[in-house]
């Protein structure tokens, strides 16, 4: 095999090595006639790399990660405008300097974002690159002192929709082009030249910053997303994920999957002596996309769903050393968003109420045991804020672990 992969090839003979490996690698990986299995399973005991899962997240999957990809791409045009662009913001805010590098002085570098932008049926409406920093080399204490940003928290969005659906109001989603480039810096950030754009004459100097146009490349203001039906006759405003969860049901091949009537059954125990203990069993989780999945749950629930917001803050205690045990969990978590993927929040009513719910389930976690508190508060008769939570405390009685569960809702609604 080897003398006839090297005789369809120009290769000089140094290849010839590494021709025996790929060869090695594939007589091992290939079912021979005398047994169905591979040599590889006979020798590890268990399957090979073809039934390791790869799961590669569906935004930006064709999008370039670097400069030089963005210049062999099929849109390389579209790449330089948008670079344009970005520049072109640069240079009229007046963000930097280029001077000569202090010689104190160690420049961060640099480097550009690409992303399409897309419509609900996926079609590319616009392309957008962006300069951003790598300010993971800064060191705190001498280049930062404090690290924050501004945002809005989903709830706060959630509380406005309902606001603005009992009074009737208008409702538009905008985006500030550059808007952080309004902002000053106390410090002074010394930076690289962005790659593509640096001249010839001043190729050996550096940027002086002193204003904060690296902080983050989303500045997105949204306030409707895909899936949001809107009434203005009944004054209503329903909310759902069901293209999102589509889409993570494909990501995780749970497409089609039997559809689950609960997202947690009831008597089902999770617990930290279920993890893996032996390396074999780690290296057959090491495969499964757990923490991904449950990132991706995680995020549904934030949004739209707190009917698993309890399923959620179960299966992710287990993050690290997950189990099979812990999989079928998120599994079946899958399954039943496959049955209920078209479930709405909807938003309107007669009466602009705040009403506020709490719970607890005594001692669910069976490693310290410790209890877990739900609070839920609803406008509009439609949840708003939802929690699910590992209490701190142990609690001794139901009546402290209920005390504990109120305290959280009371400081929730202050």
């Not at 989903?154 to 480039?181: C, G, H, P």
């Amino acid at each position: 095999m080897v003398r006839s992969m090297m005789s369809f090839t120009q290769l000089p003979d140094s290849f010839w090595g590494y021709a025996l490996e790929t060869t090695i690698y594939i007589l091992n990986n290939v079912p021979s006639k005398s047994v169905s299995e591979t040599p590889y399973e006979l020798w590890k005991g268990r399957k090979g790399l073809s039934e390791a899962q790869i799961i590669i997240p569906d935004d930006g999957i064709d999008d370039p990660l670097t400069y030089k990809h963005a210049m062999n791409d099929v849109d390389c045009d579209q790449w330089i405008k948008a670079m344009d662009l970005e520049m072109e913001s640069m240079y009229f805010n007046s963000v930097w300097t280029l001077v000569d590098q202090p010689n104190d002085v160690k420049p961060i570098g640099c480097k550009w974002i690409y992303k399409r932008k897309r419509d609900q049926a996926g079609k590319v409406q616009t392309f957008k690159a962006r300069l951003v920093a790598k300010g993971y080399t800064q060191k705190e204490g001498i280049d930062y002192e404090e690290v924050f940003s501004s945002i809005a928290m989903i709830k706060s969005i959630r509380i406005l929709l309902s606001i603005a659906t009992f009074y009737d109001y208008e409702i538009w989603q905008m985006d500030v082009n550059t808007t952080f480039l309004n902002g000053n810096l106390e410090e002074s950030i010394y930076m690289v030249q962005p790659e593509g754009f640096i001249r010839s004459r001043t190729k050996d100097l550096i940027i002086n910053s002193t204003v904060a146009f690296l902080v983050l490349y989303v500045d997105d203001i949204l306030l409707i997303g895909n899936d949001v039906v809107w009434n203005r006759k009944n004054k209503t405003l329903a909310m759902s994920q069901t293209s999102y969860i589509d889409k993570m049901l494909s990501r995780y091949k749970m497409h089609n999957s039997k559809k689950g009537l609960l997202p947690y059954r009831y008597g089902i125990h999770l617990s930290k002596e279920q993890c893996p203990k032996t390396p074999q069993e780690v290296e057959d989780m090491s495969n499964i996309p757990y923490a991904s999945a449950v990132g991706s749950l995680m995020y549904v629930m934030l949004c739209t769903r707190p009917n698993i917001c309890y399923s959620i803050g179960i299966v992710s205690r287990y993050q690290s050393k997950p189990r099979r045990d812990h999989w079928t969990v998120v599994k079946n978590i899958l399954k039943y968003l496959r049955r209920t993927k078209d479930y709405m929040l909807v938003y309107g009513s007669k009466d602009l109420i705040l009403t506020g719910y709490t719970d607890f389930y005594f001692q669910t976690d069976k490693d310290a045991r410790k209890s877990t508190s739900g609070l839920v508060f609803t406008m509009n008769r439609v949840a708003v804020v939802w929690r699910s939570i590992k209490q701190s405390c142990i609690a001794d009685s139901t009546m402290e672990a209920e005390y504990v569960a109120a305290c959280e809702a009371a400081k929730e609604a202050v």
